[in-house]
């Protein structure tokens, strides 16, 4: 099972933050330039008129210059900082908050939802495999439920239309989760036949009715699939030869 990407969420945020971080420089550059340019003092001096706006009169009571010109630029500079500010901290707290939320109203409907569930095919692992797995299964009565560690995977299987847990299937409290005491299958769909194994050992435990159906590499891993209690094993690249040669 290939592992996710751990940054993507804060590659994310940054990608967010760019337009406002760079509206906020942007507005910066300008309000400095614009100083300079019109008040004739320095870039010193320009970077504290935007921290001390009232800094702006009293320059003006000792200065001569376009004191009605610099403040008017000055209201415009300000506010447009205001909002940009306003922006920035706007898109961290939903990055941070709203995500979350929505995450976990999206856990909560679905933990319901399982609770009532009943002769369920749990699906562990949504790669390619278990995507075609699922999807073939969804074309019948059976309801699917998939659990899958990789967050993209995840929320694929949500946006497919499948009930879905975001965690380790070969994990107690996943399976557990998932119903497998009430469920009529449990399918190790997961590209690592190690990993398939230990979900057959575990949901042999949990559930000796259950009826597995395990994904393996090889004929030497159907071998110990079957010795620790899968019901049918498939082996990918056999199935596909087998279908490759009645098509001949």
């Given at each position: 099972?290939?592992?996710?990407?751990?940054?993507?969420?804060?590659?994310s945020?940054?990608?967010?933050?760019?337009?406002?971080?760079?509206?906020?420089?942007?507005?910066?550059?300008?309000?400095?330039?614009g100083?300079?340019?019109?008040?004739?003092?320095?870039?010193?001096?320009?970077?504290?008129w935007?921290?001390?706006?009232?800094?702006?009169?009293?320059?003006?009571?000792?200065?001569?210059g376009?004191?009605t010109?610099?403040?008017?630029?000055?209201?415009?500079?300000?506010?447009?900082?205001?909002?940009?500010?306003?922006?920035?901290?706007?898109?961290?707290?939903?990055?941070?908050?709203?995500?979350?939320?929505q995450q976990e109203?999206?856990?909560?409907?679905?933990?319901?939802?399982?609770?009532?569930?009943?002769d369920?095919?749990?699906?562990c692992?949504?790669?390619?495999?278990?995507?075609?797995?699922?999807?073939?299964?969804?074309?019948?009565?059976?309801?699917?439920?998939?659990?899958?560690?990789?967050?993209?995977?995840?929320?694929?299987?949500?946006?497919?239309?499948?009930?879905?847990?975001?965690?380790?299937?070969?994990?107690?409290?996943?399976?557990?989760?998932?119903?497998?005491?009430?469920?009529?299958?449990?399918?190790?769909a997961?590209?690592?036949?190690?990993?398939?194994?230990?979900?057959?050992?575990?949901?042999?435990?949990?559930?000796?009715t259950?009826?597995?159906i395990?994904?393996?590499?090889?004929?030497?891993?159907?071998?110990?699939?079957?010795?620790?209690?899968?019901?049918?094993?498939?082996?990918?690249?056999?199935?596909?030869?087998?279908q490759?040669?009645?098509?001949l």
């Amino acid at each position: 099972m290939e592992h996710s990407d751990s940054t993507g969420p804060d590659r994310s945020l940054l990608r967010r933050l760019s337009r406002p971080v760079l509206a906020f420089v942007g507005l910066v550059a300008a309000g400095v330039f614009g100083f300079v340019t019109f008040g004739g003092v320095g870039v010193v001096n320009a970077l504290f008129w935007l921290l001390d706006p009232t800094s702006i009169e009293l320059h003006f009571q000792t200065h001569e210059g376009p004191a009605t010109l610099v403040k008017g630029y000055a209201i415009v500079v300000l506010t447009g900082l205001v909002v940009a500010g306003l922006w920035i901290g706007e898109t961290v707290l939903s990055a941070a908050f709203g995500g979350q939320i929505q995450q976990e109203l999206t856990r909560m409907q679905i933990s319901q939802r399982l609770q009532e569930l009943d002769d369920h095919i749990v699906v562990c692992g949504y790669g390619t495999f278990g995507q075609t797995v699922a999807e073939q299964i969804g074309g019948t009565d059976a309801q699917v439920v998939v659990i899958e560690k990789q967050t993209e995977q995840y929320e694929r299987a949500l946006d497919d239309g499948h009930l879905a847990l975001e965690a380790d299937a070969s994990r107690e409290g996943a399976l557990t989760d998932a119903g497998i005491k009430r469920a009529d299958t449990v399918i190790g769909a997961i590209d690592d036949t190690n990993a398939n194994i230990q979900i057959a050992v575990l949901a042999s435990q949990l559930a000796p009715t259950v009826q597995l159906i395990v994904r393996a590499g090889d004929r030497q891993d159907e071998t110990v699939a079957r010795r620790v209690g899968a019901d049918e094993v498939i082996i990918p690249e056999v199935v596909s030869g087998k279908q490759v040669c009645e098509r001949l």
